[in-house]
């Protein structure tokens, strides 16, 4: 059974940190590239990062590029999220998900990933 799960949202201050995991089981980790999204109330899902298996390679959207760095632990088949001098306007539930090994170059489109996490809730105060 493929499982996404994704942990370590909470609510923190503006200006601090939060680091999010998503834990993967029931796939091939290196055969799928891994993405994060958001979605905050009444708003649609956004891409934030993507992170491919193959060379590593990463992408951001613009509104957290600077401050957010996604990174992989293969033997843990675990990908994070590092959320540095976080904004008010970051409040949002945070999923990851798995596509195929090329989903980054549209990471931001939510329909080509196969499977989701249940979501992280992030909320920051100002």
């Known amino acids: 059974e493929v499982q996404l799960v994704e942990s370590g949202g909470g609510l923190v201050q503006a200006g601090e940190s939060l680091r999010l995991s998503c834990a993967a089981s029931?796939?091939?980790?290196?055969?799928?590239?891994i993405g994060w999204f958001r979605q905050a109330p009444g708003k649609e899902r956004e891409g934030v990062s993507c992170?491919?298996?193959?060379?590593?390679?990463?992408v951001y959207a613009d509104s957290v590029k600077g401050r957010f760095t996604i990174s992989s632990d293969k033997p843990k088949n675990t990908v994070y999220l590092q959320m540095n001098s976080l904004k008010p306007e970051d409040t949002a539930v945070y999923y990851c998900?798995?596509?195929?090994?090329?989903?980054?170059?549209?990471?931001?489109?939510?329909?080509?990933?196969?499977?989701w996490g249940q979501g992280t809730q992030v909320t920051v105060s100002s």
């Open positions: 998900a798995a596509g195929g090994p090329f989903v980054c170059s549209y990471y931001y489109t939510f329909k080509i990933y196969d499977y």
């Open positions: 029931g796939f091939t980790f290196d055969d799928y590239a």
């Open positions: 992170i491919s298996s193959n060379d590593g390679s990463t």
